[in-house]
């Protein structure tokens, strides 16, 4: 995965990551015993991410979020769609 995109769904990538990561790590024993960093699991991991935290933000654009909130978040999937 690449990791050349937006700072926001970089962002928004890692929330989900560790997001992804406490829920694991809280059910899966040998989950936790192979990753117990979360800080070093998004950091490795974040990048794999990537596509649900767009999913997330194309999301938040259909919901009821500041028209300027949702204005950045436009930008932002424009301005990483051109990196692509």
């Given at each position: ?14 929330g ?15 989950f ?53």
């Open positions: 995965m690449s990791r050349h995109v937006h700072k926001l769904i970089a962002e928004t990538a890692k989900v990551a560790a997001e992804w990561y406490a829920d694991s790590a809280r059910h899966d024993n040998a936790y015993r192979a990753n117990p960093s979360e800080d070093q699991f998004v950091r490795h991991n974040w990048g794999m991410f990537v596509e649900i935290a767009r999913t997330v933000l194309v999301s938040m654009l259909r919901m009821n979020y500041p028209e300027h909130t949702k204005a950045e978040i436009y930008e932002a999937l424009l301005h990483n769609h051109a990196l692509h």
